[in-house]
């Protein structure tokens, strides 16, 4: 059985809970364990902290069913951290596994944050760009494994504009094979090229193997990813330069 955490721990874990709570717009349950002792926090040292939280909401469309996170070994501001706000004194290393529904990603996936942060794919297809900006996007999640897509791009090669609507059924990359694409099937328009998907694959295979994006004070890689029917499991390792000051959350409405 684990140690039962020290009065200090169960002060400082109780008021981290208690700032990450009303600063979120939603949360169903939240869960902060920081391991120290009150001689490590006024060196500025925390051995360990774990954060777990279920339906949590952030910038009002961005909705989390499951996050479990675990750092290593963190320098910290002993002043803050006494008042359960973790503010680094050197970069952490952290891993986390996030959960979210086929409802929650589609719920994000039609909101203002993410639709803002979408960008044009420039192509090369045998040589010529073609730009290919996606401008809706629905995600099933039917089991096996799969992800089936369902979107609305408009695509610009040769100096003119078409718009295309699609489906198409995919398996995720794993540790034992690449990212396939099952099919591909054009509902609307006039369809698309075989060397268009064979670029179009290029780049998701590309972005899906980067080592590493940024996000905030973050650097972040997506280690593995495992469908299952209506959920999507992400396990992240993340490179944490800052933790959000509760300033940068958003604020409950």
Not at 2 to 12: S, T, V
Request: proline share 5%.
């Amino acid at each position: 059985m684990p140690d039962k955490p020290r009065l200090e721990e169960q002060i400082i874990s109780q008021a981290a809970e208690n700032t990450l709570a009303n600063r979120l717009d939603e949360v169903e349950q939240i869960d902060v364990d920081v391991r120290t002792d009150l001689l490590k926090v006024a060196q500025g040292q925390v051995e360990e902290v774990s954060l777990t939280g279920k339906g949590l909401v952030l910038q009002k469309d961005i909705r989390v069913q499951e996050i479990k996170v675990k750092t290593d070994s963190i320098a910290v501001n002993p002043l803050s951290a006494i008042f359960g706000q973790i503010e680094l004194n050197e970069p952490v290393n952290a891993i986390a596994r996030i959960v979210m529904t086929e409802v929650d990603i589609n719920h994000a996936l039609s909101s203002d944050v993410v639709k803002s942060q979408a960008q044009i794919w420039q192509l090369n297809v045998d040589g010529e760009i073609v730009s290919f900006h996606l401008q809706q996007i629905q995600v099933l999640l039917p089991g096996s494994g799969k992800m089936e897509f369902i979107g609305n791009v408009l695509i610009e090669e040769k100096g003119q504009s078409r718009p295309l609507s699609f489906t198409a059924r995919v398996s995720p990359p794993t540790n034992s094979q690449p990212l396939m694409l099952e099919s591909f099937n054009c509902t609307q328009g006039e369809g698309v090229s075989v060397p268009l998907i064979a670029a179009l694959m290029r780049k998701l295979k590309e972005l899906l193997q980067s080592s590493y994006f940024a996000w905030d004070n973050m650097m972040l890689r997506i280690k593995d990813i495992e469908v299952k029917k209506d959920n999507l499991i992400l396990l992240v390792e993340a490179h944490v330069k800052q933790i959000p000051s509760t300033e940068n959350l958003p604020l409950s409405k």
